[in-house]
């Protein structure tokens, strides 16, 4: 019996030890990519990306609102003409995208400069989908510092061209689970993305290069 629990911790502690090894390569592979607004004001980027995150009703959670912030503010310094909102709104009575519009047309940002992605169920899929459904091929990624790691992965594993600006750093409620839940996730994308999973949904192509209005809702 001993012996069987001596292998179990050693099969334990060899699994967690991987874990961290693989979440510090991804860190340190992923770092650099995280630049100044200067630096992206410069990067020629096909769109600005902003990563959806929990709203309530229609409301942006703080996490969200500081996403969109940073990506207002990289649109009104030129870092690119287009913003995709990329986010959950496979229900209709929970919609991460139009609300994450909203908040950039109050900003000033013409509609039709502002593509919206329904079907951004994930990181990945937010990444597949801006490749393959909007036509992005250069693209600046904004989220918090800790999400960007794992975001710029997939995308250079996608064979996308990208960099990203970090959302001021602030402390949220309940970060130790958000980190534990990324540290999980940045493994499982590691592992997954070289196949590339089918996202929920394609669709035709929507180039980024047109009009975001194309995206609205029926009768929006």
């Given at each position: 019996?001993?012996?069987?629990?001596?292998?179990i911790?050693?099969?334990?502690?060899?699994l967690i030890?991987?874990?961290?090894?693989?979440?510090?390569?991804?860190?340190?592979?992923?770092?650099?990519?995280?630049t100044?607004m200067?630096t992206?004001?410069?990067f020629?980027?096909?769109?600005?990306?902003?990563?959806?995150?929990?709203?309530?009703?229609?409301?942006?959670?703080?996490?969200?609102l500081?996403?969109?912030?940073?990506g207002?503010?990289?649109?009104?310094?030129?870092?690119?003409?287009?913003?995709?909102?990329?986010?959950?709104?496979?229900?209709?009575d929970y919609?991460?995208?139009?609300?994450?519009?909203?908040?950039a047309?109050e900003?000033?940002?013409?509609?039709s400069?502002?593509f919206?992605?329904?079907?951004?169920?994930?990181?990945?899929?937010?990444?597949?989908?801006a490749?393959?459904?909007?036509?992005?091929?250069?693209?600046?990624?904004?989220s918090?510092?800790?999400?960007?790691?794992?975001?710029?992965?997939?995308?250079?594993?996608?064979?996308?061209?990208?960099?990203?600006?970090?959302?001021?750093e602030?402390?949220?409620?309940?970060?130790?689970?958000?980190?534990?839940?990324?540290?999980?996730?940045?493994?499982?994308?590691?592992?997954l993305?070289?196949f590339?999973?089918?996202?929920?949904?394609?669709g035709?192509?929507?180039?980024?290069?047109?009009?975001?209005?194309?995206?609205n809702?029926?009768?929006?």
């Amino acid at each position: 019996m001993k012996q069987w629990i001596k292998r179990i911790v050693i099969v334990v502690v060899g699994l967690i030890l991987t874990a961290i090894l693989l979440n510090v390569g991804v860190v340190l592979s992923q770092n650099s990519k995280i630049t100044s607004m200067d630096t992206a004001a410069s990067f020629e980027a096909d769109c600005i990306l902003v990563l959806g995150a929990g709203v309530r009703g229609s409301s942006p959670s703080p996490m969200l609102l500081d996403r969109l912030n940073q990506g207002i503010a990289l649109f009104e310094v030129g870092a690119s003409d287009r913003l995709l909102m990329s986010g959950d709104h496979g229900q209709t009575d929970y919609d991460e995208v139009n609300v994450m519009k909203r908040i950039a047309i109050e900003a000033g940002i013409p509609s039709s400069q502002i593509f919206m992605d329904h079907a951004g169920f994930s990181t990945y899929e937010s990444l597949i989908r801006a490749r393959d459904v909007f036509d992005v091929q250069r693209v600046i990624i904004v989220s918090q510092k800790e999400h960007l790691y794992r975001a710029l992965m997939i995308a250079d594993m996608l064979g996308l061209e990208a960099i990203g600006v970090a959302a001021e750093e602030i402390s949220y409620g309940g970060q130790w689970a958000r980190d534990l839940r990324e540290s999980i996730a940045r493994i499982k994308d590691l592992v997954l993305t070289p196949f590339e999973p089918r996202p929920t949904y394609l669709g035709p192509v929507i180039p980024i290069s047109g009009d975001g209005d194309q995206t609205n809702d029926s009768g929006n």
